[in-house]
């Protein structure tokens, strides 16, 4: 009687399906109290380096005590007539683009404007030609500069260019492109 069940119990082992389920219980339980760990290290390393970057951002903006402020400028075609939510999320596109074209160009205004505050401003074009020139005028300046052109799922044509992201830089600077242009 009890090599049947020994025999039945083995069988139920061996069977492929139960095998399988077997062991990937076996590693979850394995390896989830380690995915935990890694979870809260990363988490609190990377709360962490945004601290100590902003730390020394903050203390060396302080360290240069200079008067200019810096921004990005964010500047909407107003022919596309697009709606709020479009229009916030195109900022967003543009906001990250300038951000990291910033970044792999390695301009010297970018560590300013991040100490600063990242102020961003929101002004309006009138259509493709006014980007154009705006970009035109940026360039020969030395600003950074992102043209963000729409997937066309929504609200416009695919290929559409919504939105021109200048800077971040200084502010005098920028003024001169854009001091002429409307908040949005």
Known sequence: MMRNRTFGLMNFIYDESVRKSLSGFVIGLLVLPVLKILQNLSKSAYTKCLDACSCVLRKKRRAESTS??????LCVRSDL??????IGA?????????????????????????????RKVVLK???YEEMKALRKEAKRLNLNTHVTCDAGRTQV??????????????E??????????KLL
């Open 68 to 73: 200019t402020e810096y921004k990005l400028v």
């Open 81 to 86: 007539a697009m709606g709020k939510g479009k």
């Open 90 to 118: 195109q900022c967003g596109h543009a906001s990250i683009g300038a951000y990291l074209s910033a970044v792999e160009t390695k301009s010297p205004y970018l560590e300013h404007w991040l100490s600063d505050g990242q």
């Open 125 to 127: 074009i009138q259509d």
């Open 157 to 170: 044509p695919s290929g559409s260019y919504t939105v021109i992201a200048i800077g971040p830089g200084p």
């Open 172 to 181: 005098d600077l920028l003024n001169k492109i854009t001091g002429h242009l």
